[in-house]
């Protein structure tokens, strides 16, 4: 058995998540760790697969007691032998396991924090090799974070009670600098391994919406959204409540969740949403942490939240198995005012502390700055965190605003042409000056290789220099064209073929266009950005002065293959290629199977299978076992418990149709 082996056997993937292996090297070579990897990453695996590799039992130290039955669920799903001990369990469930731990049967345990101080804990750390303590949600340890939990300060008290020290590894998706800096204190971690993962969710949609009616605003997501399962956040107990009325007024299958609620029925409710019984979960942010709920298909903020540190993580829990998925704040300027009046009122923030209020109050503006500003939404959420995405990431309101979809097929055709006829000359040359040529310069450099006597010499003078560059970007990014080098890297050819044949459109999101009158501007170049790459030009390794230009042009497309090139676009129009559309019919299907399999286990339904293992069925349409081993998300437990099911089902909806 090997961390492969662990991956595929019991969890169905084939292969890591960034970040996911190094850590597990990590902890298995004995290291303790501190890994930041935002909701959804796939932190779990991070230590159930050294704990099932590593002798003795793994202790995991996990917030929310209502949500460890679901998590060992899940891990007994995948052949895992796991058990949590928490006030939920009846007398006898409560022995059994106990039994277990003592037979050393177990390879997780699960446990809240606050447990630590028992008695039996003594008796659990004398029954055997404790190899790794795992704290879950580890930001709650600290004071900073926006989960405090007086629990968390125990555990390096219990730590310490283990015969030997175990490996210590500690996991949160959001964490500043100071609260990772107290993570690693408080909980006593020896040098650690510290990872922070890529932030970024790029199944997120993010939104921002400053309607005049919010209840409109929301009607109209939900209309999107029918029949998936969602969390609507409202700020206090009492918004929650007359959103929850207003929902089942309008027979939406809502739920609440809130401080205020008894046990019972917060519990009743939480499963309600958790096993699709219900697909709305209106709750303040009480609700959520540990939620790991994969099938929730957006996130609707009907109140703007104190820090952008809670909205991501709030935010975050929409689309967690990788699936397209919503992140929705409905804004307006009254929420800015409810949160100064929380923060300046809450017990944390009054009297001596005024330190963590001012602090509070700068994380609001930050939070402000979010919901009003213009500019890319990822980009700000992602530079809060210390990470610098693309000013554009085409995926939230304000790009898809401020840009738009555009068929750029034509500005493709002539750049690859230039890359295409240069390659005819023994050339290649960096973006800089494949732009120069572009659009017409006349540069020194130019004219010493007599590029200006190129077809495709000036043929996008009218164009803008961003966006030529923008597209040049794209092009190479898809693998149209391809980069060498790396100092000075030139463009090359890529997979260029059926685009200049016209057989494919291409389409990329460009700000809006600023028509660019004819203005070809003369040397020099003006933006500082320019300039500076122009002195990264590169003539490559075959340079003008070993080839001479050669005397005429062939056609940038190869004459064998029949199809002239087209430049400029001769208007006729070939059918683009495009995805087969996907099979909501079956996708139906196989979620009503789910949630019947589940119903009958007791288990939430994605834990039987997730929506991301569902859509690849509803790709590959599996209709034999050995084909069904190859979905994502299929392990050999499931696949032996779970297949024929799924396969029949395929079937038969294939024999019907
Ligand atoms: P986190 O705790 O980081 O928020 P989870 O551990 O709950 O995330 O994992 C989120 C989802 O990603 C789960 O459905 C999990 O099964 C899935 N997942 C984790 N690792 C992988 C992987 N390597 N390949 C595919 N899916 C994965
Ligand atoms: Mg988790």
């Not at 990897?37 to 590799?53: E, F, H, R």
């Not at 052949?79 to 050393?104: K, P, V, W």
């Not at 073929?497 to 501007?521: G, N, W």
């Not at 084909?627 to 395929?650: C, D, H, R």
Request: net charge neutral.
């Amino acid at each position: 058995m090997n961390k492969f082996s662990i991956l595929k056997d019991h969890f169905g993937y084939t292969s890591f998540r960034p970040g996911q292996e190094e850590v597990i090297d990590a902890v298995l070579g004995g290291r303790d760790t501190l890994a930041v990897m935002p909701t959804g990453a796939g932190k779990s695996l991070c230590y159930q697969i050294p704990a099932l590799l590593l002798p003795g039992m793994t202790i995991v130290l996990s917030p929310l007691i209502s949500l460890m039955k679901d998590q060992v669920n899940a891990l007994c799903e995948a052949g895992c032998r796991a058990a949590f001990l928490n006030s939920s369990l009846s007398r006898d469930e409560y022995d059994s396991t106990m039994e277990q731990i003592f037979r050393s049967e177990l390879k997780l345990l699960y446990i809240a924090p606050e447990r630590l101080q028992k008695t039996e804990m003594s008796q659990i750390a004398n029954s055997g090799e404790v190899p790794l303590v795992v704290i879950d949600e580890a930001h709650c340890v600290s004071q900073w974070g926006h989960d405090f939990r007086p629990g968390y300060l125990q555990i390096t008290d219990f730590i310490s009670r283990l015969d030997s020290r175990p490996v210590t590894a500690a996991f949160t998706a959001t964490a500043t600098p100071k609260v990772r800096g107290d993570i690693e204190r408080l909980l006593g971690l020896r040098s650690p391994f510290s990872i922070i993962t890529g932030f970024d969710r790029p199944n997120l949609y993010f939104e921002v919406q400053k309607p005049k009616d919010k209840k409109a605003a929301l009607l109209e997501c939900l209309d999107k959204w029918k029949d998936s399962s969602g969390i609507i956040y409202c700020a206090t107990r009492k918004a929650v409540e007359e959103m929850y009325e207003f929902l089942l007024r309008r027979n939406f299958l809502a739920v609440r969740y809130h401080a205020g609620l008894e046990d019972d029925e917060r519990r009743k409710n939480q499963d309600d949403f958790l096993f699709d019984r219900k697909t709305l979960m209106v709750a303040t942010n009480a609700f959520g942490m540990g939620i790991d709920k994969s099938n929730v298909s957006f996130v609707i903020h009907y109140n703007m939240p104190k820090n952008i540190e809670s909205y991501y993580q709030e935010a975050g829990r929409a689309g967690r198995d990788g699936a397209p998925a919503d992140c929705i704040l409905l804004y307006n300027g009254q929420d800015v005012r409810i949160n100064q009046f929380l923060i300046t009122h809450s017990e944390d923030g009054e009297g001596a502390d005024s330190a963590l209020q001012e602090h509070n109050l700068e994380l609001l503006k930050q939070m402000t700055f979010y919901a009003a500003g213009s500019g890319c939404l990822r980009q700000r959420l992602l530079s809060y965190f210390g990470e610098h995405g693309p000013a554009f990431c085409g995926h939230c309101s304000n790009c898809l605003t401020e840009f738009e979809e555009t068929d750029i097929s034509l500005e493709a055709r002539k750049i690859i042409s230039c890359v295409y006829r240069l390659k005819q000359r023994n050339r290649s040359f960096g973006k800089t000056m494949i732009i120069d040529i572009l659009r017409g310069s006349k540069n020194e450099k130019i004219k010493r290789f007599g590029l200006d006597t190129l077809s495709t010499w000036g043929i996008m003078a009218d164009n803008d220099i961003h966006r030529i560059r923008t597209i040049l970007d794209y092009l190479i990014d898809k693998g149209c064209l391809g980069q060498e080098g790396d100092e000075y890297p030139v463009v090359t050819l890529g997979a260029y073929e059926d685009i200049l044949r016209e057989e494919r459109q291409l389409f990329m999101k460009l700000p809006k266009e600023r028509i660019t009158p004819k203005q070809y501007r003369t040397e020099p170049f003006q933006t500082e950005q320019f300039r500076a790459e122009q002195s990264g030009t590169s003539t490559g390794p075959l340079s003008a002065e070993m080839n001479p230009p050669a005397a005429a042009e062939s056609p940038p497309w190869p004459k064998s293959k029949g199809s002239p090139p087209a430049i400029p676009a001769s208007g006729r129009k070939a059918p683009a290629s495009r995805e087969a559309p996907f099979d909501e019919t079956l996708f139906a299907k196989l979620r009503d199977l789910r949630k019947n399999l589940a119903a009958r286990e007791g288990f939430p339904a994605y834990i039987v299978f997730s929506d991301a293992s569902l859509r690849d069925m509803c790709r590959k349409q599996p209709v034999s076992l050995v084909q069904f081993s190859g979905i994502n998300g299929v392990g050999s437990v499931k696949l032996e418990k779970y297949g024929e099911a799924f396969t029949e089902l395929i079937r038969d909806y294939a024999a019907k149709r």
